[in-house]
């Protein structure tokens, strides 16, 4: 018997890890799931009634208005966040017993402003019940994430998984754990964007059939959700698809009869953009282009230079919610110096055709957030949020650390370093969103149980969520470094005692 357990364990091991890695993952989203309350994430006094509106009208929960372009739905999906969006001081405990009788609202999908698949989506979880509906779609967002990511790394293989998974690890505190478990459509623009590189790159490189069948599956799913989530991630997707090709030159080349792949995410995202008319700044933004090239240009030059606050925002420096709850310097110096750094370190290592690909993802990490601000005639900070230009810094990361694998010298300690600023990050961020709603910024307190103003009316307490996000979180964050450092030939997280080793290479991306 312990022989055969043994031999279990030999043969399942890597896939028994990935596994409690992604659930791991899951649980620390879930309770980010938890950690605000109705109405917190950006603009979604528009989503929720696009999402119950998602099948048409239902009584009870989307019906016609009066008003030509309005729908009626439940006052608590239109209302909740307008009594505390943009005051941080100021608790959610007016969100408590809210009506749920129908009032009209002009906020809504009904124009396609944005493509229609996530709010058809996401209304199955559609009930009479505000509260549980809300959560309920949380916790699927954060399941899609978790599933598509430890599926993704199981079809890759030990070398790519590894790769994929300490990408996400880096790059997801605070804004992604905050935005993937919520309502807002963004949450399948960031799980796209992590898993159609990968999935692609994969298909162009892998030579066992079940991996390709299931990467290229999963590929075009990856695609779908993002696109059919926001158009501008149907962009991304196609620059993700470019830069997996780029990096997979010449095996891509090769092996020419998988390039269908690409056509279809391509055919997908393209079709999926030109279903709405949602551009990349918000739907509310008011135009006001330069008059002439002088202040064109005078715009440009004043945006290039604050750009890299605008990448700092995805990392932490904007607030979280409606922009409101700002996060304290360990989240955002954190994250932007692991980010950063990754990227500093890669550049020593950097081949040709990575580099490339890279400069591609940079340069739409530019031009994208520069056109939209200087055609509507604004600086950095208006219309055009962190969250926009996530996935494309997500990308830039994981380029990053393909070029790090090529060739990398670490000890123990920076990786250790890297694990404990994640954990640390993503404690610090959820208790700081969880106070701004539960007692509000005016009332700084460590012990959210003590006089909750704000909380759902059953479950888990807040310190109790704040606990299992920390402790999950950390171990998503130590199994993803694990596999790297295993990887990279490391002696698990023991490493090398302090001397520095070198890892092999990758042969094939």
């Known amino acids: 018997m312990i022989s055969r357990a043994r031999e279990f364990v030999r043969v399942f091991r890597r896939p028994l890890l990935v596994a409690a890695a992604a659930l791991s993952l899951l649980g620390s989203l879930s309770m980010w799931a938890l950690a605000s309350p109705v109405g917190a994430s950006p603009d979604e006094d528009f989503h929720l009634p696009s999402i119950w509106c998602g099948h048409g009208v239902q009584v009870g929960l989307c019906e016609k208005a009066s008003s030509e372009g309005a729908v009626a739905v439940p006052r608590a999906i239109v209302v909740a966040s307008a009594c505390y969006a943009f005051h941080p001081k100021q608790n959610a405990s007016c969100t408590i017993n809210l009506p749920t009788d129908l009032i009209e609202t002009s906020r809504s999908n009904a124009d396609n402003a944005y493509p229609p698949v996530y709010y058809w989506v996401t ?60 309502v807002n459509p963004s949450s399948w623009a960031i799980t796209s964007s992590i898993v159609v590189f990968f999935s692609t790159l994969g298909v162009m490189t892998e030579r066992t059939r079940w991996r390709l069948i299931v990467l290229s599956t999963l590929g075009v799913l990856a695609a779908l959700i993002g696109a059919g989530s926001r158009s501008d991630s149907a962009i991304y997707s196609v620059i993700a698809t470019a830069a997996a090709l780029m990096v997979s030159w010449p095996a891509a080349r090769l092996h020419w009869q998988r390039l269908w792949l ?101 340069s739409a990490l530019v031009a994208i957030p520069l056109y939209v601000l200087v055609r509507n005639g604004n600086l950095v900070g208006a ?38 600023l994640l954990t640390l990050a993503n404690s610090v961020a959820i208790h700081v969103n969880m106070q701004r709603y539960i007692v509000g910024t005016g009332h700084p307190s460590f012990n959210l149980d003590a006089s909750p103003a704000w909380w759902w009316t059953s479950g888990p307490t807040p310190m109790t969520v704040w606990a299992i996000s ?40």
């Open 383 to 420: 219309n055009v949020q962190p969250r926009y230009i996530y996935p494309l810094i997500i990308m830039l990361v994981t380029l990053a650390v393909v070029s790090l694998a090529k060739k990398v010298r670490l000890t123990a300690l920076p990786l250790w370093i890297i694990v404990g």
């Open 262 to 362: 690409p056509a279809v995410i391509g055919t997908v995202s393209v079709a999926l953009f030109l279903s709405a008319r949602q551009g990349t700044a918000d739907l509310a933004a008011a135009s006001q282009p330069p008059e002439n090239l002088g202040q064109a240009i005078q715009l440009a030059v004043a945006n290039l230079a604050a750009m890299p606050s605008l990448w700092a925002g995805a990392l932490g420096l904007t607030g979280l919610g409606w922009l409101d709850t700002a996060m304290p310097g360990i989240v955002w110096v954190s994250m932007c110096f692991i980010v950063f750094g990754i990227l500093f370190v890669s550049l020593t290592n950097l081949t040709r055709k990575t580099g490339v690909a890279m400069g591609l993802v940079f």
């Open 123 to 182: 209304s199955w979880f559609v009930t009479d019940n505000v509260e549980a509906s809300v959560i309920r779609i949380r916790v699927f967002n954060a399941v899609v994430l978790s599933v598509l990511i430890g599926a993704t790394v199981i079809a890759l293989g030990r070398r790519r998984g590894s790769l994929l998974m300490w990408s996400a690890a880096l790059t997801l505190v605070p804004l992604g754990m905050f935005l993937i478990p919520s």
């Open 470 to 509: 920390t402790i999950l979180f950390g171990i998503f964050a130590t199994l993803s470094t694990y596999f790297v450092a295993e990887f990279l030939s490391l002696s698990g997280l023991r490493f090398a005692r302090g001397t520095t080793q070198k890892s092999s290479a990758i042969s094939e991306i």
